[in-house]
């Protein structure tokens, strides 16, 4: 009885304080923010107010003016304005920033995604030894890559000196690849394969897949140099040519890149497992010096790269004190550490990963595109493709988030259906995640190109391109009818995609 008595008193109490913090609260913020009722009062301020008001309620559109024409005081013919046919053509500039920027970042944040999501990556583990392989075999397999393509990049220079060897050797590496895939034994089989085969099978996915790179090398050099020829033909769509020839140069250009990346992760897969093999299969004191003696060269490499990296970025005078004696020292402490850890015991690997993923994502969000388009404007100049390049970057950040968020909030019941019919977990993402998310997946890139066309207007104004540059003009010299066109054009530009995102939705959905 005496409880039931208090606990109303308790709760009162408490609602009581939590009134008065948050009346402190706000009583600070409106000091904080230097709120001043006064200046509404302001008369002079109030006609400056009333002005701009009516120089934005009529906006520059057409020559003689709009109101002119509705109350009768002009005739005559009615043309665009110089400002309104600028701002058609940069409206339009901007669609096509936004939608370049969300296509992009949206095929580059669904992966990323699925790093940073909970429910997907908690539940692997690894035991210490697979985990130190496979950070070991990281970087040999990025130096690998990097050195394939670089012996396939000298190939694909000579093949290209003249337009004809390079269209007469993409044509063989094509039906090379086709005869080795025809020929040779399946990549998939359902029946158990011998060393030997596994073996054969092995190296005829090594000369497809260096084929493939050759291939796509040429056909990325050559289609440099035909967009430009489209493009000094073709008039008015000229743009088609540049457009094959941006997309060659960037092929051309990030394929070393890639292949170097996929290299590494592949490495690191292997690595980490033969380690887990290789640990499981032994017992006691063996597995415990493998487990020591991998920790110390995995260790050594994560030190070593983390150093490298801090010194790339401040240019230390003596670098060794950051790279090759931490590396060392961490090395052997983590060694003899590592004599004392259970060599079969699960490291939840997964959940590094997914810190990590869900931290960098964080990271880029806090950012605002703003930001990020001076400093690509510094790196490109300025123009829309900085503006691309800081749409896509925030788009990254905004949908793995989002999407990572989607997958966490899935139905288990699927997934465990897919796993107890043995199916691996590439398969279990294929059949039991992919079908739940594409849905929401849809929505979100649809929402996230609706606020790239609302940022690409603001990122204008540090030189970003779009409309948004021709914007902070008018503002700075006080053309306020000028800044209405614009204005105008962005309101219905924004909302005629907000109606085709919400068809498209109700359709796909």
Known sequence: MNEKRINPTRKALRTFLIFIGLFLLYAFAVQATEVDVAKLRN?????????????????????????????GDETGSVSLTEITQNTLRLILETIFMALMATVIGTLLAIPVSFLAARNLMLEITSPLAAIMLGLIALPLGGVAGSGVMQLVGRLVQLATAQQWIGLVALLVAVVLIWLALRMGPPLVSTQKRGRGETAVALLVVLFAGLLALFALDVAAVLGSDAGLWLAERLGFLAFLGNFLNVIADLIHLLLPAIVGLLAALVAASFGSRYGQEMVLRLEGTPARL??????????????????????????????????????????????VLALFVAPKRPFAIGGVVYTISRTILNALRSIESLIMAVIFVVWVGLGPFAGVMALTLHT???????????????????????????????????????????PPYIAYTLYRWDINVRMSTIIGFVGGGGVGFLLSQSIRLLRYREASVMMLAIAVVVSLLDYISASVRKRVI
């Open 43 to 71: 008369e002079a301020r109030e006609e400056q107010v009333v002005g701009v008001l009516r120089f934005l309620g009529d906006p520059d559109i057409t020559d003689p003016d709009v109101i002119d024409l509705l109350l």
């Open 290 to 335: 493998l487990t020591a003696a991998l920790t110390v060269g995995g260790t050594a490499v994560l030190i070593y790269g983390v150093g490298a990296a801090l010194n790339w970025l401040y240019q230390f005078d003596n670098p060794q004190n950051w790279t090759t004696i931490p590396a060392l020292v961490g090395g052997g402490v983590a060694g």
């Open 396 to 438: 990254i950040a905004a949908l793995g988030k989002l999407f990572s968020e989607q997958i966490e909030g899935i139905s288990e019941g699927p997934i465990e259906a897919i796993n107890a019919t043995g199916a691996n977990r590439l398969q279990m993402v294929v059949y039991a995640v992919i079908p739940q998310i594409v």
